[in-house]
């Protein structure tokens, strides 16, 4: 019914800065949260960064003041500006939103994306 497609991942050395995107396609009434999520090797999963309908966003300490989410409604995607890029950065990058389907308006319904790849060089 729905589905999240990302992009934007690749390799960069420290310092510099990535863009990713994650676009949502279905039956979208609305999203509802968006988040970014990240696993290195041999870690947990981890929340990055998160958007909510009513504007607030938030960061993991480790990012703060590095990265960015935004959203466009309109568009049904939300981009994470990645700059100051660490190696310790390095992971998969998983998109994620609480979406709500035309029909199912009050509830929310969890999906991901396939992942994206941030390597950072040191």
């Known amino acids: 019914q729905v589905q999240l497609l990302e992009s934007g991942g690749g390799r960069v050395q420290a310092g510099g800065s990535l863009r990713l995107s994650c676009v949502a396609s279905?039956?979208?009434?609305?999203?509802?949260?968006w988040a970014w999520y990240r696993q290195a090797p041999g870690k947990r999963q981890e929340l990055v960064a998160r958007?909510?309908?009513?504007?607030?966003?938030n960061y993991a300490d480790s990012v703060k003041g590095r990265f960015t989410i935004s959203r466009d409604n309109d568009k049904i995607m939300a981009d994470l500006q990645m700059d100051s890029l660490r190696p310790d950065d390095t992971a998969v990058y998983y998109c994620?939103?609480?979406?709500?389907?035309?029909?199912?308006?009050?509830?929310?319904?969890?999906?991901w994306g396939q992942g994206t790849q941030v390597t950072v060089s040191s």
């Open positions: 958007s909510t309908s009513s504007g607030t966003s």
């Open positions: 994620y939103a609480d979406v709500s389907l035309y029909g199912y308006q009050y509830e929310g319904r969890a999906y």
């Open positions: 279905g039956s979208i009434y609305e999203v509802n949260t």
